[in-house]
Structure formats: C-alpha cells, structure tokens
C-alpha cells in the first residue's frame, strides 16, 4: 500500500486513540465520579471534543484520500478508504463550536437527568433537554441534505436506514405484536413469580458467574454498578455494567447478558483488524442484535433455565419457584410493565416505537419539551392499557436523550429483528444448541457468533453482516415467528 494510505491509517489510530479516552471518560462519569466532578468533566469533554473535530476534519485527510489509488485495494483497505472518507464528509459539515457545546452541554444533562430521575422532577429537566434538543436540530441541519433531520440522525447510528424504512418495518412488527399480546391477555396460564430475599451481593455473585458463562473474558474487561446498565470500550478493555433492585433479580441478571452480548461484540473482532476503521463494530442495529440475543434468545431460553436453576437456587433459595421451567416461566412473563429495560420480549418493540415516535416529533418541532410528559403517558396508556404512575417510569427512566442519542432507540428494534434472522440460521448450524446451552456450554454459540459478526467488523454494510451470516435479507418476520411459537407454548395459544 501506498505511503498516503500509511500516514492515513497512522492519523487515523491517534483519534481512534482519543476517542477511546473519551470512552473511559464517560465510563468513569457513569461509574465513578463524584457529583461535583461534573463542570471539569464538561470542560474536559468539550475540550477533547475540539481536539478530536479538528482531527477528524484535518485537510491532510482529504489529501492522503485522494492520493490512494482505487484500485487493486484489499477487502481492508477499501473499507478503510470508505468509513474513513463517510467520517471526514460527515464531520467537516459539522461547526467544531456545535461540537464543542455539545458535549459540554450533554456531559452536564446526564447529570441533570440523573437527579431529576432521582426526584421525579421533570420541570428540572425540561431546560436541560430543550437545549440538548436544540444543540441535536442543528446538528440534524448541518447533515440532513435531502432526508430529514430523523434520517441525518439515524445515519450516525445504523448507516443506511431512514426514517420511512424503520417506520415501515415497525408497522409490521406492530400488527403481530398486538395480536400476540392480545392472545396472551386472554389466556388462563399465570406464570409464576419469584419471591424472596435477593441480597446485591448474591445478585452481583451470579451475575458475573452468568458473563463467564457466555465467555466474556475477565482480563478484558470488568463489571461495575450504574444508574443505567451500559457497556463501553474496545477489544482489549470491554466493559460492562449493571443495577441492582432488591426485588427483582432477573434485572441485574438479565441487564449483566444484555451488556456481556455488547462486550463479546467488541472482544471478538478480528485482531488484525485493530486500530482500523474497517475493525470497529458496524452499527448499533448489528451491535443490539448481539446483545438481544444473548438475553432472549439464549438467556431467556429453556434449556438456559435448567443450567441457571441450580446456580439461582443456591444463591436465592427456590424463592418460590419450584423447578428450571418454573423459572423459564418467571423469566418470560408477559405484563405491560412501565420500565424498557425490564420488558418482556413481547411488549419490548412497543416501547421502542412510543419513544421512536416522540423523538422524532421532537426533532421535527412537531413536539414540545412542555408537552412530552403528557404525550408520552397518553401514548404509553393507549399502547399498554395502564396509567404511567410517574416520570421515573415514564419519560424519565431512559439516558439517552440527556447524551443527545436522538435515532439510537430504533436501533435496539433493528437488533430483535437481527438477533431473530441469526437464531434461525444458528439452529440450521447447530441442531444440538439446546443440549449445549442446557450444560452451560455457551462456547459454541458464541463462537458461531464470532465467526458469522463479531469478526467482519465493519468490512460489510449492516444488512450485509446479517445477509452473510444468514444467507437471507433481514426480515422481521423471523423475530415474528419466534416469539409466536416460544409465548404460544408458554401460555398455550
């Protein structure tokens, strides 16, 4: 390769390096920082934000792109070239002092949301997140082009989607979903629910027993408590978090999966591909879909409850289940509960497009700050059939609009639709999963999973990692029909 491509790829790594730094700054905000850290942790961020936009908008970026000869490229390479220049087009639209303000401005909102959360105070909030909203319109201007500001958004995030498509996608999904809760709502079975004494250390306990069970690789990685379960880093320092609530267990145990799918994503990328643009991961529809998978498709499987059942037995009692497909039947329960994160697998899409529908209103103007409270309780009622009881379960429980991630939330939908392509071509690929999983060797599933996502990284578009690993176009229908079968049988339909 050329000497241009070499000083490209070593310009490249010092802001991927930065922006690592960036990572572990806001892990450590999350984790560990104390309250009054958070104005030198806004300067901080708005300082390196600076930094990293004069980098990713460097002239020298345009130069060494067009000095590379097109053809004749690696796989790598090309991919290189055309995540390298997306970034570099994208970026020099963007004014360095909007980037600036908003990170100074979404650093200090998280901590602002995180208190009004606390309190219930959504008049607390409300300046805040006009501003943020404001900051995220002129970004969305700045890119929008002939799309819409949703469309500019939802690029950063699942590169090629547009508004109309995932709006397309979850009419679909709707119609089944509503069908099959309704179905379920009519039914006579009652699962099961666990009662008892769920201590934070005996929940941490199992907690990180269940992510080595799925591989996650300790000396890569470690496990911390946070007001919102999130995981952060790369390859080599992959980190993830939980929460714990003393009467429901499944939450930390099932939010630690969640994150463990996230960081095995991140620790399976091919090595050789470090450092590169074509070595990080491709979207978060892609990213969610690993993480989905691990908590639904696996973790809330079962043949996952008779190798769980033992090892919760032991650290909470039976508490008052009574065998593994008691617990599979307590872990699958179907209730229109308030909080996203702890949905069952049937109401959970119905969350995310309440909040693809909001955000979007948001964006557009068509949705004020002082209204979204009411709209969202409105919205919430109609969708679930009962009244949200405050904002901590209503328009406060999620952190993603105080960091600004207008278009992420379509994107954990996006992952459900993968994550039921990828449990269909893995039962063709491994008709004895259930016996491993029943024994907790996880090893092979997530092997299947290095091989077919993990380690292409961003060499393929999105549709195209879960094309290969599929060998079919994605389609909601999968997810539709693996939910139809596993709930049909649960409450006997």
């Given at each position: 390769m050329n000497q241009a491509y070499e000083d490209l790829l070593a310009h490249q790594k010092q802001t991927m390096a930065l922006g690592r730094i960036g990572g572990l700054m806001s892990w450590d905000q999350e984790v560990m920082m104390p309250r009054k850290g958070a104005d030198s942790r806004a300067e901080q961020s708005g300082a390196l934000s600076a930094v990293m936009h004069d980098r990713r908008t460097d002239p020298r970026i345009g130069d060494w792109l067009d000095a590379i000869p097109t053809e004749g490229l690696t796989p790598t390479a090309a991919a290189n070239i055309r995540l390298i220049r997306r970034s570099y087009d994208r970026t020099c639209l963007i004014p360095k002092a909007l980037a600036e303000e908003t990170a100074k401005v979404t650093t200090k909102a998280q901590i602002t949301w995180a208190e009004a959360r606390a309190t219930?105070?959504?008049?607390a909030f409300a300046p805040t997140l006009r501003h943020v909203i404001d900051l995220t319109r002129q970004y969305a201007d700045c890119l929008k082009a002939n799309g819409s500001r949703y469309d500019a958004l939802l690029d950063d995030y699942e590169p090629g989607a547009t508004e109309a498509g995932i709006a397309g996608i979850f009419d679909r999904l709707r119609v089944g979903l509503v069908d099959l809760k309704t179905?379920?709502?009519?039914?006579e079975h009652s699962p099961p629910k666990a009662t008892g004494d769920f201590t934070e250390d005996a929940q941490m306990a199992l907690a990180r027993d269940l992510a080595g069970a799925f591989t996650y690789d300790w000396q890569a990685g470690r496990l911390d408590l946070s007001v919102h379960p999130f995981s952060s880093g790369t390859r080599g320092d992959a980190r993830i978090t939980t929460r714990v609530d003393p009467q429901n267990p499944f939450d930390c145990l099932y939010s630690t999966i969640h994150e463990t799918g996230h960081a095995l994503y991140e620790q399976g990328v091919a090595p050789d591909l470090d450092w590169q643009p074509a070595g990080q991961s491709v979207s978060m529809g892609v990213h969610e879909s690993q993480s989905?998978?691990?908590?639904?498709?696996i973790g809330r499987s079962a043949p996952f409850a008779e190798f769980l059942w033992p090892k919760f037995q032991e650290a909470f009692g039976n508490a008052g289940l009574g065998s593994a497909d008691d617990l599979y039947r307590?872990?699958?329960?179907?209730?229109?509960?308030?909080i996203r994160t702890e949905a069952d697998e049937v109401h959970y899409n119905l969350h995310i497009m309440l909040r693809f529908d909001l955000e979007r209103a948001l964006i557009g103007d068509d949705l004020q700050v002082d209204?979204?409270?009411?709209?969202?309780?409105?919205?919430?009622?109609?969708?679930?059939?009962?009244?949200?009881?405050?904002?901590?379960?209503g328009m406060l429980q999620d952190v993603h609009w105080s960091c600004g991630l207008f278009g992420y939330f379509p994107t954990y939908s996006l992952g459900n639709v993968y994550a039921g392509c990828l449990d269909k071509a893995m039962r063709g690929d491994l008709p004895d999963r259930d016996q491993m999983v029943s024994s907790g060797d996880l090893a092979p599933v997530v092997t299947w999973l290095r091989e077919k996502v993990h380690r292409t990284g961003s060499l393929l578009?999105?549709?195209?990692?879960?094309?290969?690993?599929?060998?079919?176009?994605?389609?909601?229908?999968?997810?539709?029909?693996?939910?139809?079968?596993?709930?049909?049988?649960?409450?006997?339909?």
């Open positions: 219930n105070d959504v008049a179905r379920i709502s009519d039914s989905r998978f691990c908590e639904n498709q307590a872990t699958n329960r179907v209730a229109p509960g308030f209204d979204l409270e009411a709209a969202w309780n409105e919205r919430f009622e109609t969708d679930f059939g009962v009244a949200v009881p405050d904002p901590a379960r578009a999105p549709g195209e990692v879960i094309a290969e690993a599929t060998g079919a176009e994605p389609s909601e229908a999968a997810l539709l029909d693996y939910l139809d079968a596993k709930f049909g049988a649960i409450y006997g339909l």
